[in-house]
């Protein structure tokens, strides 16, 4: 019984620990830049940081290395926030189905979106590029 007290208590204090690693000027900047974020929870991964957080209907994923530098993102959002041009372009080349939802990816060499599209009988994976450019990553149908 003692063991499984001190497993318990060592899982609830393991955010507060990782909290407490994270670098204090990260943190400020990060505040800076997102006053709106809301459900903060920072990671620290070896010596990247990493912050998951919710602003408005997106959910966003930063991480930084150790000098508190942005090495790459991630935002899951719907298809009220995909960029117009895109949305357009994929219903051009995929008409009939509907953006069920949006993954953007980006680092300083590259920003793409793999977007899940879906109809009545399947769901279908396509990365789209900033300039309309797309590759169907996979199709899988629904049972």
Known sequence: MKQL????FLVATLPALAADSIDNKTMEKFRE?????????WYAEGDRTAVHFESGSVITNIWYNAEG???KTRRYYGEQDLAPYLKVKLSQKYPGKKIHGVTEL????ELFYVVTL???NSWTQVRCETNGDMTRIQKLKKS
């Open 5 to 8: 007290i001190a497993l318990l």
């Open 33 to 41: 830049n997102f006053p709106h974020a809301r459900k903060v929870k």
């Open 69 to 71: 530098e942005v090495i």
């Open 106 to 109: 980006s680092n300083a060499n």
């Open 118 to 120: 879906e109809d009545a």
